[in-house]
C-alpha cells in the first residue's frame, strides 16, 4: 500500500522495534484498546489476538479493507480518530480506555487534547511522536522547550519517553527520528481542580510568552478577574512557573470567574 503524504503515513517497518513497542504496552487478555491509524497493521495483528475487546480506528479507506481481508472478525471503524466517540467504547465496557498508536505527527497536538478531555475514562496511552516533541512533553521549567503540553501532561498524566526510534525504521523514511512516549493517566477526581478551567489558564498564562503572567492574563479571557487578593507573583512568565503554580491559579480563577470551587 502506497503512503499518502497528506495523512501523514510513515509505516513503520522493523519489527524489533515493534516487538519492544508492544512490550511496553504489555497488553492483558481483558483490556479495552484503541488503535488509532493501524495502517498495514504492524501492531494490529498481535494486539488483536492479545486482547478481547480491540478497536481500530482508521482513515484510510485502504488499510481498512486490507485489514478486513487479513482479520475478519476485526472490528474497525474508517473515520478520522478525532471524531471517534471514545465514550461508547467506555460504556459498552464499563472499564477504562487503553490507546495506542504510532499517530500522524500534523494531528499530535489534537489527539493528545483528545487524551485531555477523556481523561477520566483513559487508563494509559502509547504513542509513536517526533523525538523533538516527546522532548516538549517531559520539558524542565524554564526551558524553551516548556510549554503547554509540557504543563497540561504533567497534571494530567505521569509521562515517560520510553524509547527513541530511528527514523531509518520507516517506509518512507521521514527527515526525523521519532520516540515511543507513554502517558499513564492520573486519578483527578479529588484533586479540588476544574480541569476545563485549568487547560483554560495554561493557554492564557502561555498566550504571550515573552509577556509576564500579568500581561498575558490582562489579554485574555480572565482579563476581567481581580488578582488583588491572590498572593502571587505576576511578573514571573510563564515558563518560570510549576505546575503548583498552575494548580493554584487555577482553583483561584475558578472560583472568582466560575464562581465556584468546582
Request: a positive charge.
Amino acid at each position: 500500500m502506497k503512503p499518502i503524504k497528506r495523512l501523514g503515513q510513515n509505516f513503520l517497518t522493523d519489527k524489533n522495534i515493534t516487538t519492544k513497542i508492544l512490550t511496553e504496552f504489555n497488553t492483558l487478555r481483558n483490556d479495552v484498546v484503541v488503535e488509532i491509524g493501524p495502517g498495514t497493521g504492524a501492531l494490529t495483528v498481535d494486539l488483536f489476538n492479545s486482547c478481547d475487546n480491540f478497536y481500530a480506528v482508521e482513515l484510510d479507506p485502504r488499510a481498512v479493507e486490507e485489514l478486513k481481508v487479513k482479520l475478519p472478525k476485526l472490528n474497525i471503524t474508517n473515520k478520522d480518530f478525532i471524531k471517534f466517540d471514545l465514550t461508547e467504547v467506555y460504556q459498552k465496557h464499563q472499564q477504562k480506555l487503553r490507546i495506542i498508536g504510532n499517530i500522524p505527527y500534523y494531528l499530535t497536538s489534537s489527539i493528545v487534547f483528545k487524551m485531555f478531555e477523556n481523561h477520566t475514562i483513559i487508563s494509559d496511552s502509547l504513542f509513536m511522536v517526533q523525538l523533538e516533541v516527546a522532548k516538549r512533553f517531559t520539558a524542565q521549567m524554564g526551558t524553551k522547550d516548556y510549554s503547554i503540553l509540557t504543563i497540561l501532561l504533567n497534571y494530567f498524566t505521569e509521562t515517560e519517553i520510553c524509547f527513541k526510534v530511528s527514523k531509518n525504521c520507516f517506509f518512507p523514511i521521514p527527515k526525523i527520528d521519532s520516540a515511543i512516549v507513554h502517558l499513564h493517566f492520573k486519578d483527578l477526581t479529588n484533586d479540588g481542580v476544574n480541569p476545563q478551567t485549568f487547560i483554560k489558564v495554561v493557554k492564557a498564562a502561555f498566550g504571550n510568552r515573552r509577556k509576564t503572567l500579568k500581561n498575558s492574563l490582562s489579554n485574555s479571557m480572565f482579563k476581567e478577574v481581580n488578582f488583588e487578593g491572590f498572593d502571587f507573583d505576576f511578573t514571573k512568565r510563564a515558563e518560570q512557573l510549576q505546575l503548583t503554580d498552575f494548580i493554584n491559579l487555577a482553583k483561584y480563577i475558578h472560583e472568582v470567574y466560575y464562581g465556584r470551587t468546582n
